[in-house]
């Protein structure tokens, strides 16, 4: 028959089978081993035992207590309580009250909803960050993209100033005299590297270091400043369609300019094939760079609702073909078909005016392209500032 028991270490009471008498049962409630004593030791110490009445009990008036027979008790045997195995209740925490929620601790208005605090000021010396609209972060990159289209419009000067090299020339070398030739070393040379003696070493003249300075430094800061000033301008919103290709076009247009400046040199120390491949770097870089520029312009004009910025784009762009097809037709060529229209000899002497008129037509031209080129990015950049008010 099933045997009650009392947890030492939890004081509940659970009920053990009769065959686990003389071993050891976990509490169900603690999971502590409590032995479950056998039928004699429950009579010697006084176990508190509850006879279950069994499916077949016996005939009622008799139990059998050690194998005599007793008188049924009148009612149920009441089990020992907790204290009488030398188990104390077990002592319950003090019941913590819970903590007053500062915004509910206070009575209510009768029919009014209870409201949170307000929010806590910010730290003291950090200040909270506005958060942008949409427009104002527009506005932001907008400013950007016109700042990097100031420097594009710099290097564009510097550009403008190689046309007036081949008529500057002419100029000098009239008013002047001519044109310092001979070797360069008496003016600067670097000890096995330039105009010294050896086979790794690059000889200059004075006419190769006066072209240097002409047209080296205008085409250096010249590229430098369309490239960062076309990377800038890729700040741009990216809604415009103009972000990426401003930065393409910046990108490569630092690699023409590496292309170009690779050509330069390797041609310089006769490395032929290497200058070869600079060469069409420059070409193909260049070309690149130019018309993924445009089309940056382009999209940028339209966003902003400025046709007029999108025709003057259009009108470089045919210049730039009509150039194009100028140079592959080659000037030479339609000089040589020209010349004897308008009255211009086939072979042209050093003092001829004829070399000042084709330079100063060179120059037209030049300022012309420039010059509309100059308008393009001007009119989107003025579009710019009408677009963000400043």
């Known amino acids: 028959m099933p045997i009650t028991l009392g947890c030492p270490s939890c004081g509940k009471r659970f009920r053990a089978r009769e ?11 603690c999971q502590a081993a409590v032995p479950v004593p056998t039928s004699e030791e429950a009579q010697a110490a006084g176990a508190p035992t509850d006879v279950v009445p069994s499916p077949n009990p016996a005939p009622m008036g008799t139990l059998n207590y050690s194998g005599a027979a007793h008188p049924a008790p009148a009612g149920p045997v009441p089990a020992a309580t907790p ?123 004075k006419s190769d270091v006066i072209n240097v300075l002409l047209y080296g430094v205008p085409v250096l800061l010249g590229g430098l400043a369309l490239a960062f000033g076309r990377v800038t301008a890729a ?14 076009s910046g990108l490569i247009t630092l690699v023409a300019l590496a292309g170009y400046l690779t050509f330069v040199v390797c041609q310089r120390v006769a490395y032929r094939e290497v200058a070869e491949y600079g060469l069409w770097t420059a070409r193909i870089g260049g070309a690149l760079g130019e018309f993924w520029f445009l089309l940056a312009l382009a999209a940028a004009g339209a966003t902003l609702k400025r046709p007029a910025a999108v025709r003057t784009v ?64 001007r009119g989107v950049r003025s579009a710019i500032t009408d677009q963000t008010g400043d």
């Open 19 to 29: 065959e686990s008498s003389g071993k050891k049962v976990k509490c169900p409630f």
């Open 83 to 205: 204290a009488a195995w030398g188990a104390a209740e077990p002592s319950k925490p003090p019941a913590l009250a819970p903590e007053p929620i500062p915004f509910l601790s206070g009575p209510a208005p009768s029919g009014r909803p209870r409201t949170l605090p307000p929010p806590p000021p910010p730290t003291p010396g950090r200040p909270a960050r506005p958060v942008k609209s949409t427009d104002e972060q527009n506005a932001a990159a907008w400013k950007k993209a016109r700042g990097g289209l100031g420097t594009v419009l710099l290097g564009l000067f510097w550009f403008a100033l190689l046309g007036f090299i081949p008529a500057g020339k002419i100029v000098y070398e009239r008013a002047v005299g001519p044109l310092p030739v001979g070797e360069s070393a008496d003016w600067f040379k670097l000890e096995g590297v330039l105009n010294t003696p050896g086979d790794n070493a690059i000889q200059l003249d």
């Open 235 to 248: 700040a741009a919103p990216r809604s415009s369609g103009a972000k990426g290709l401003f930065a393409f």
């Open 314 to 377: 259009g009108l470089f762009a045919l210049l730039v073909g009509l150039g194009a097809a100028l140079y592959f037709i080659g000037w030479d060529v339609l000089v040589a078909k020209l010349g004897p229209e308008i009255g211009r000899p086939k072979k042209v002497e050093p003092e001829s005016n004829w070399l000042f008129y084709e330079a100063a037509a060179q120059l037209l031209g030049w300022l012309i392209l420039i010059g509309s080129y100059w308008r393009a990015v």
